[in-house]
């Protein structure tokens, strides 16, 4: 079965700092990779998204950004972080367009 | 542009009795799939039903079932017999022919009291 790892579940980072969250996916091969933000109650909001190695869409401007460098790893950088990027950061892959995407189990992100 | 509206911030529901949580969509493509997800209080996103657009049955997942009206653009999510555990976040999302993410709604918080 399909198993997707997200970490770490919490980060407490000041503003400035850099970023860097991974998420890798098992038991499937050439998947769907997304990186949502969910602002508290509220629903998420697609960030990047990738649908092979090296190839990344950006949804947002933002001063984040996303690479895959092996076909199940997802990583999201920022070189300097701001308040405003401070939420819950879901990682999901589906097996294509239109398919169900499933959910890792977020990262809760604090920026002070 | 596509959209889902969830008009439902939070519901109440006793323990055992079946709950219906709404969620319409808007979109000009006539190739779209519906699906709900369900957040509990740990954060993960949890995928519960799926309804393509030229499905001809609504479907049906254990308890859950999605009830698809197209003409008024609604998909329903329909609980039977809710249990404790229910309580949770739900979110009601959208694809739709050549995209490839999804747009969420704003979700529900429903509560099921023993």
């Known amino acids: 079965s399909q198993t997707i790892h997200q970490w770490p579940a919490t980060l407490v980072q000041p503003v400035g700092s850099p970023l860097s969250l991974e998420c890798t996916v098992e038991g499937t091969s050439n998947p769907n990779l997304y990186w949502y933000r969910q602002a508290a109650g509220r629903g998420l909001q697609l960030l990047f998204y990738s649908v092979g190695i090296g190839q990344i869409s950006s949804e947002v401007p933002q001063n984040l950004s996303a690479s895959r460098p092996q076909d199940r790893q997802f990583i999201l950088s920022s070189k300097k972080l701001l308040l405003s990027d401070s939420g819950f950061y879901l990682c999901?892959?589906?097996?294509?367009?239109?398919?169900?995407?499933?959910f890792g189990d977020g990262t809760r992100l604090s920026i002070l | 542009a596509q959209k889902i509206t969830q008009t439902q911030p939070g519901m109440f529901v006793q323990e055992k009795e079946a709950v219906t949580l709404d969620c319409t969509y808007d979109?000009?493509?006539?190739?779209?799939?519906l699906f709900w997800y369900k957040q509990p209080s740990s954060g993960e996103m949890i995928f519960l039903i799926y309804q393509g657009s030229y499905d001809q049955q609504n479907a049906t997942e254990g308890r859950y079932s999605l009830n698809f009206q197209k003409a008024r653009k609604s998909a329903n999510l329909v609980i039977s017999a809710s249990q404790l555990g229910d309580s949770a976040m739900y979110f009601c999302?959208?694809?739709?022919?050549?995209?490839?993410?999804?747009?969420f709604g704003q979700g529900t918080r429903l509560t099921i009291n023993p």
């Open positions: 999302a959208m694809t739709w022919a050549g995209a490839q993410k999804l747009v």
């Open positions: 979109t000009s493509d006539p190739s779209y799939g």
């Open positions: 999901a892959w589906s097996r294509g367009r239109g398919q169900p995407q499933h």
